[in-house]
């Protein structure tokens, strides 16, 4: 639309120009980050993004598989944020660790969270043989 018809619809809506304001999204031109394993949480009490006991054990649980720490990058999204979250990341595998969030492509996986199997030892069977899949990508 040209500038001169933007300018009548918005006179004829009664809307002064200075309100209609046409700004590039600085996100669609921003590259994106690369990374072996994409870990993604929802709003969590006992989140990994932060340092402490939970991340301490995400990290040991990576760790198993033969990921580094600098091989992970960790997310905490709304459900209704993760498709943008996604597109943010160059990810190799991507881990979505809650039940809320649920796997589109093959390389992502769900497991449990890390704050979940430290309170039920009976999840870490579960967790790691999602664990396995995901090393299995990388080879």
């Not at 991507?94 to 996986?109: G, I, N, R, W, Y």
Request: glycine content about 2%; overall charge positive.
């Amino acid at each position: 639309m040209n500038a001169s018809l933007r300018s009548h619809y918005l006179e004829a809506l009664g809307i002064p120009e200075f309100l209609h304001i046409q700004v590039k999204i600085q996100s669609l031109n921003r590259p994106k980050i690369d990374t072996q394993c994409l870990v993604i949480e929802t709003k969590n009490l006992h989140s990994f993004c932060q340092i402490g006991k939970t991340q301490n054990f995400l990290f040991k649980m990576l760790g198993a598989i033969g990921l580094e720490k600098s091989d992970i990058k960790c997310v905490s999204t709304n459900i209704d944020d993760l498709n943008q979250t996604l597109k943010q990341y160059n990810a190799k595998t991507v881990l979505l660790m809650s039940a809320d969030l649920k796997p589109s492509l093959m390389q992502h996986f769900v497991a449990h969270h890390p704050s979940e199997v430290l309170t039920n030892k009976q999840l870490k069977r579960e967790t790691w043989e999602v664990l396995k899949k995901v090393k299995r990508c990388f080879k």
